[in-house]
């Protein structure tokens, strides 16, 4: 199934994306990676799930 989940590099979105995706759906992730706490958190989490920095500069631009 393709899942879209908000806040995917938050503590509840990345949790849930990470489990989704073990379960073998496809996850489209949103998230504006804002600075309410340390954003290396979120970048640390988003590798995590695959997703490196080269992929948000290329999905941003
Ligand atoms: N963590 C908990 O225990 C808990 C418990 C109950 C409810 N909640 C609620 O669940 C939600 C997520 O909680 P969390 O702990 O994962 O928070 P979090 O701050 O870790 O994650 C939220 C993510 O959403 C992103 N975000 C915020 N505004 C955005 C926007 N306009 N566009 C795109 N991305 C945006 C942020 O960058 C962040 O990565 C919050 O609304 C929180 O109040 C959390």
Redesign the pocket.
């Known amino acids: 199934m393709k899942i879209l989940v908000?806040?995917t590099?938050?503590?509840?979105?990345y949790h849930l994306a990470k489990k989704l995706l073990e379960r073998g759906d496809e996850v489209v992730g949103?998230?504006?990676?804002?600075d309410?706490?340390d954003v290396n958190l979120?970048y640390g989490r988003l590798k995590e799930l695959g997703i490196n920095l080269l992929m948000m500069e290329k999905i941003w631009i």
Not at 9 to 13: D, E, L, Q
Not at 30 to 34: A, P, S
């Open positions: 908000t806040g590099a938050g503590f509840i979105g949103i998230d504006n990676i804002n309410y706490y979120k």
